[in-house]
């Protein structure tokens, strides 16, 4: 895997090795690491816009936006001074301040099914609280999820996961205890027939249905037609909640993300990446009357030294007015190269003969290594990881960083202009060679 390489990568390796002496394996989220994809990972000095650059001075174009959060490009000059204005006021209080319901205002804007929310500081948390919630308001157990799609680390919740899970192919967690994970239903995505069997089997116990509405982290995996509509049905049905996960889609598939764009409400709706414009934020917010059932006002406990952190909220805010003032250009902006970016790349897989699935939904698309539709997990694992990998280190080799892993999606910026769009291609007739 440590192929020869054109680029000078001497002060990362060393900045990798020095790394690997302290945090196990180098780095604090595995995906970091490139174990899938091999060669040394470039450490980041700066970003700015659609490129990131490394401690030998390489440039990148950025095809992963730390994750998802970077929709407006790096150090984004309102969200930089939003952040300093609001560090010269202090870092952390601890106590309330009006940038909470600042950053609610907006969002409960954007997302009609949400009346009332509440700050974290992850995704992860706020997936985690959303299933407490949710077993505490409907006094159930049972938690419907799919394969392939990932709610963060929180123990209930490692079940045939996505992201990193998929990518080291393993089922879940050691640590997890069995009886911790036994009331984890893991269903295949888009199947409505294994969902209505879960009910039956278990009437009266399931608690939540939990989904990314669009799968990023088994790479992009769109719903099937009605698959949204008939969750939502078969929840109101049987009494369980439909949390919608969005940590991902919020803010990204449009404002009000993919409950926007597929006409679904959720009763519960985790946000994360987005809303916190790169700073460490979650949220989970649904139903006034489901969102009092948390303390102080109801018995299901949930709290977070640092949620509703001031400088969270101040680089939240800046994002999404942005976003908002800015509607129709943003979206129909991204849509546009990221089609461009995404058919590009087919086109010329198409032409060499190499079989590629493209899946794209806005700004998230997935280039799959297979030749059959993918719209599973069992449908993405048909790729053929070791191509991707080599495509994913040409890809670094000509200045275009991918995520590193077939599972995961890869997201644009209102930053990636045709200069980009040029540079994808160019980058990618060359790495597919
Ligand atoms: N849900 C989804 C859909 C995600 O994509 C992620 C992270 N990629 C999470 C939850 C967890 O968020 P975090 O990494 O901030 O804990």
Not at 51 to 74: C, E, K, Q, T, V
Request: charged share 15%; with cysteine.
């Amino acid at each position: 895997s440590n192929e020869p390489t054109a680029r000078v990568t001497t002060q990362s390796r060393a900045l990798q090795q020095r790394a690997a002496r302290l945090l196990p394996g180098g780095v604090d989220s595995p995906v970091r690491a490139f174990l899938a994809v091999g060669g040394d990972p470039p450490f980041v000095t700066h970003a700015k816009g659609a490129y990131l650059w490394d401690a030998d001075g390489n440039r990148y174009l950025d095809f992963f936006g730390s994750w998802g959060p970077m929709i407006l490009g790096h150090a984004f000059e309102p969200v930089v001074e939003a952040i300093q204005q609001a560090a010269a006021r202090g870092a952390s209080f601890g106590a309330s301040h009006a940038g909470e319901a600042n950053l609610a205002e907006l969002v409960t804007r954007c997302f009609p099914s949400i009346q009332k929310l509440r700050f974290v500081s992850s995704g992860t948390e706020a997936c985690m609280s959303a299933i407490r919630l949710a077993r505490g308001f409907t006094g159930r157990k049972f938690v419907v999820k799919f394969e392939g799609c990932y709610h963060g680390h929180a123990d209930a919740l490692l079940v045939k996961a996505g992201s990193g899970i998929a990518t080291l192919g393993i089922p879940g967690s050691a640590g997890v205890p069995e009886e911790t994970a036994m009331h984890t239903l893991a269903l295949p995505y888009n199947d409505l027939t294994a969902v209505e069997l879960a009910f039956e089997n278990h009437p009266e116990q399931i608690a939540c249905i939990i989904l990314e509405p669009v799968v990023g982290n088994a790479g992009t995996i769109a719903p099937a037609p009605g698959f949204l509509s008939e969750l939502r049905r078969l929840c109101t049905q049987h009494g369980a909640l439909l949390i919608v996960d969005e940590v991902m889609t919020g803010f990204r598939l449009s404002l009000g993300g993919a409950q926007q764009m597929y006409g679904v409400q959720a009763d519960i709706t985790t946000l994360g990446k987005i809303v916190g414009g790169g700073l460490p934020c979650g949220v989970f917010g649904g139903r006034a009357e489901i969102m009092d059932y948390l303390a102080p006002l109801g018995p299901v406990y949930q709290a977070g030294t640092l949620s509703g952190n001031p400088l969270a909220m101040a680089a939240g805010i800046a994002t999404l007015e942005h976003l908002i003032q800015h509607e129709g250009e943003v979206y129909g902006g991204l849509e546009r190269v990221t089609a461009h970016i995404a058919d590009g790349v087919a086109s010329i897989a198409h032409a060499a003969g190499i079989p590629l699935t493209t899946n794209r939904v806005g700004s998230m698309f997935t280039w799959f290594f297979t030749d059959q539709p993918v719209t599973d997990f069992a449908s993405a694992a048909t790729s053929d990881t070791k191509a991707f990998a080599r495509f994913h280190r040409a890809m670094l080799e000509a200045g275009v960083w991918l995520p590193p892993s077939q599972y995961e999606a890869a997201f644009i910026s209102t930053a990636h202009r045709d200069v980009e769009i040029g540079l994808a291609l160019d980058a990618a007739r060359h790495a597919l060679r």
